[in-house]
């Protein structure tokens, strides 16, 4: 995963949902955020737009860890880089 993508994993958190730095560096599932589930999807919605990629719905249920979302993310642009590239 490269550092741009990292910090703007970071850079959303922080600013739709208000998640200090340190909060983000010493939390481990998502929970610990003080994200609802509600929340949670609309962090989904504001990656999904950022990167232009639609996470599917049974890889959203796996989504409980900040390393699950980061992984997941990272599948879907992989993927949607091969397509660009392929293209």
């Not at 490269?2 to 959303?12: E, L």
């Not at 200090?20 to 998502?30: G, I, N, T, V």
Request: net charge positive; proline share 3%.
């Amino acid at each position: 995963m490269s550092p741009i993508f990292r910090h703007k994993f970071d850079f959303i958190l922080k600013r739709h949902f208000l998640i200090p730095p340190a909060k983000l560096k010493s939390s481990r599932y998502l929970d610990d955020l003080g994200l609802t589930k509600l929340e949670q999807r609309e962090m989904l919605n504001y990656f999904e737009d950022e990167f232009k990629i639609q996470v599917s719905e049974q890889d959203e249920r796996k989504i409980r860890t900040i390393h699950d979302t980061l992984s997941i993310l990272d599948k879907y642009l992989n993927i949607r880089n091969q397509q660009l590239q392929a293209s």
